[in-house]
């Protein structure tokens, strides 16, 4: 395994401060129209990030957030429609592009609602911290409105889990066999939070906010071009016990090699109620997590993906640097290099 990182670096500095830092793999997202994501744009991409001795291997297909926002493929995981049809044959035309391009994966997530979070905490030394709590969240009275009213912005998007895994299942069917073809893999993100298995909130059951849910996705088309960006803040989040449940599920899909992508993140607390931290000072133990990485052979990046908000003119830089610099502790301490 090896430290990457995510994000945009459209100078030419942002790339060579990678490579200072020792980050020579990435996962970064044209930022052209997906339509207009051909074989040579993303070769030039890749070039371009070659020139410091970086290898682009990852980029993001189906974009985080509320999917009814994402104009080029939200509807994807909505009900069907043409607007589907053609947002799924575009996503198999990036898939064909990615692979000829030498792209060795794609990124996505099945998060209809988006991120959930509540308001933020203050964590150390005065650092802002991303934040979760399901009571304080139906409180702020979603699930009080009019039954008819309720889930109007997201008619199209509502759906209990039987439906939610037709649509996922379709999804697999056509995306997996091209990325068999082209050898491209898939790894689908975690909808951030989990909330309990059978939870619906504003009409949506969040079926991949929970390992059991995953444990469904890899078992529903079985293809090793179909696993995981393993995120372990939110592998955590839908935990009771997250410091000693998080190796069993690291075990559970590194053993079959369905991990694809690692965001490494901590976090205190667990289900329905968490902040994110630094990987320090979390309630999961990070160096025993790589060692865990280490035990099942995992073999891809290892990268930075939310950071608390921290003072100074560039704080999310420090932060990255911050944790890119704990990261390449944690593999020499867990025997990685």
């Not at 996962?27 to 991409?45: A, G, M, R």
């Not at 035309?93 to 794609?106: C, F, V």
């Not at 990987?279 to 930075?304: F, Q, S």
Request: charged share 25%; aromatic share 10%; with cysteine.
């Amino acid at each position: 395994m090896y430290i990457g990182t995510q994000g945009s670096f459209p100078e030419d500095h942002d790339l060579q401060t990678l490579a200072q830092l020792g980050v020579n793999n990435i996962d970064t997202t044209p930022s052209e129209p997906k339509s207009e994501w051909t074989v040579d744009l993303i070769s030039q991409y890749r070039e371009r990030c070659a020139k410091f001795g970086i290898n682009m291997e990852m980029m993001h297909v189906v974009s985080s957030g509320n999917a009814l926002r994402d104009k080029q493929t939200g509807a994807i995981f909505l009900k069907p429609s043409d607007e589907r049809e053609r947002q799924l044959d575009l996503v198999c035309d990036i898939i064909r592009a990615s692979g000829q391009a030498g792209i060795r994966g794609l990124n996505y997530n099945i998060t209809i609602l988006g991120h959930l979070r509540t308001e933020r905490t203050e964590g150390r030394g005065g650092a802002s911290l991303s934040t979760f709590d399901y009571g304080e969240l139906l409180d702020k009275g979603t699930e009080r409105e009019p039954e008819e009213t309720r889930f109007s912005e997201f008619q199209d998007g509502a759906a209990d889990g039987d439906e939610m895994w037709e649509r996922i299942d379709y999804w697999l069917k056509r995306v997996i066999p091209v990325a068999e073809e082209y050898k491209v893999q898939m790894a689908c993100h975690p909808s951030d939070p989990g909330i309990g298995l059978g939870t619906i909130y504003r009409g949506v059951d969040r079926v991949l906010g929970m390992a059991e849910g995953f444990k469904k996705l890899i078992d529903t088309y079985d293809s090793d071009y179909n696993g995981l960006n393993f995120c372990v803040g939110c592998m955590s989040e839908q935990c009771e016990t997250p410091a000693q449940e998080i190796h069993d599920i690291i075990r559970y899909f590194g053993e079959r090699k369905r991990i694809f992508n690692i965001h490494y993140r901590n976090i205190k607390g667990g289900l329905r109620k968490f902040t994110e931290v630094f990987p320090d000072e979390g309630d999961v133990n990070m160096i025993d997590v790589m060692r865990t990485l280490k035990e099942v052979d995992y073999p891809y990046m290892i990268m930075p993906d939310h950071v608390p908000q921290i003072s100074g003119p560039e704080p999310r830089r420090v932060g990255f640097a911050y944790t890119y610099g704990y990261i390449h502790a944690a593999m020499q301490a867990a025997g990685v290099n």
